[in-house]
């Protein structure tokens, strides 16, 4: 008999028909159990709601009831310490999750599974949890609804997987590009610290210039990660004000030029550029500065960037060019994706996520953006951003 048909909780919605259900589980081969984990002892406790687990999800080597044997042995290569992984997860603040991998059989082969878990109450020193564990099937020509399911069931995992992957990168990434201001702020502070009475005035300007400059990375990098989180989640908007386009890229250009130390951009503006002009400087600002900053960034520290600004009437355009490393002509179509990074940038420090911000601003202005580059010669890109203007 089906689990789910017994007065237990069934916290994921399953239990909607008890004919559809049985054939449910049957197809899927599902066990449901309730468990706890006490986080003063690190004790993980986990029951079956069921007798028949092995005859729903397969007999395994180990032979035994307890979900901690068969989700802690027999599991794949890739899949280690899946208990460890299970409490970290239940610390965590979400409410529920999915977490997918495999298992051996007593056929010597590796079988999916996905497991589906809800918390239902969490205290200071322990948290409950309910679950259902399914083993996804192999074949591909079952017939009635439960082909339907699988493929819903490895479209889920599907996605788990993608989110799991964008999310470990994005950590990386971000761990990385904190890593050396860090370490530059702790070297000068020990200089300072340790040999403060053998340094000249001008050391010690250097020094605290080095930490500022450090400082004002993090800060970059922290605010590059709180824009990605906006444009996830829909939270920019296209708000023009009159602003003075002009003023505005020079203190972008200083700022840039203050954190690379030695780099120069040369602004060039068009004849009869007007003082005030109805755009979004927000916007603007994340176009401007992520162009720039990779244009410093993969051109020689000896070469000029140019920011070059025209205007007419319904149209700002901004172009921004470089000398340096190029884009391979296979990658041009994909440097707007969210991560990439061009197979010539290795060694380079970046995140990939500067282009992805740039293109979603443009769209937001209901812009675009184009882009010529030869490998080793240097990158133009064109921006267009349509707009009303008020002379002063």
Request: hydrophobic share 35%; with cysteine; proline share 3%.
């Amino acid at each position: 008999m089906c689990p789910l048909i017994h007065n237990t909780v069934d916290p994921h919605g399953f239990s909607g028909s008890p004919t559809s259900t049985i054939e449910t589980c049957q197809y899927l081969k599902l066990a449901l159990y309730r468990g706890s984990y006490d986080k003063n002892t690190e004790v993980l406790e986990v029951h079956w709601l069921a007798d028949d687990v092995h005859k729903r999800i397969g007999n395994f080597y180990h032979q035994s009831d307890n979900y901690i044997d068969i989700i802690g042995s027999d599991s794949h290569p890739n899949n280690v310490d899946l208990v460890h992984t299970l409490k970290n997860r239940l610390l965590e603040k979400e409410s529920s999750f999915i977490r997918t991998y495999q298992l051996l059989s007593d056929e010597n082969v590796y079988r999916l599974f996905v497991e589906k878990i809800k918390i239902t109450e969490k205290t200071k020193t322990e948290i409950k949890f309910v679950g259902c564990l399914f083993m996804v099937p192999e074949c591909e020509n079952d017939t009635g609804g439960g082909d339907i399911i699988r493929q819903q069931l490895l479209e889920s995992l599907r996605k788990e997987r993608e989110i799991n992957q964008v999310k470990n990168l994005f950590v990386n990434m971000v761990s990385h590009e904190m890593r050396t201001p860090l370490a530059v702020i702790q070297g000068a502070i020990d200089l300072i610290e340790h040999c403060n009475d053998k340094l000249s005035d001008g050391d010690r300007t250097n020094y605290m210039q080095s930490i500022r400059r450090a400082i004002l990375r993090m800060t970059r990098t922290m605010d590059t990660v709180l824009i990605l989180g906006k444009v996830q989640s829909n939270q920019l908007s296209f708000q023009p004000l009159k602003s003075d386009v002009v003023l505005f890229c020079k203190n972008i250009i200083n700022e840039i030029e203050n954190l690379n130390e030695g780099r120069k951009i040369v602004l060039q503006i068009s004849k009869a550029f007007p003082r005030s002009i109805d755009i979004d400087t927000t916007l603007l600002y994340h176009i401007v500065s992520n162009l720039l900053n990779n244009a410093i960034k993969y051109s020689d520290p000896m070469t000029l960037v140019y920011l070059n600004l025209v205007y007419n009437e319904k149209t700002l355009t901004i172009y921004v060019k470089d000398s340096g490393i190029g884009i391979p002509p296979k990658e041009l179509k994909g440097i707007f994706k969210l991560f990439h990074r061009g197979s010539n940038t290795k060694g380079l420090k970046g995140m990939g996520i500067g282009m992805f911000i740039v293109k979603h601003c443009i769209a937001l202005h209901n812009g675009s953006i184009e882009v010529k580059s030869k490998e080793h010669e240097g990158t133009i890109f064109r921006v267009k951003l349509p707009l009303r203007v008020k002379i002063r």
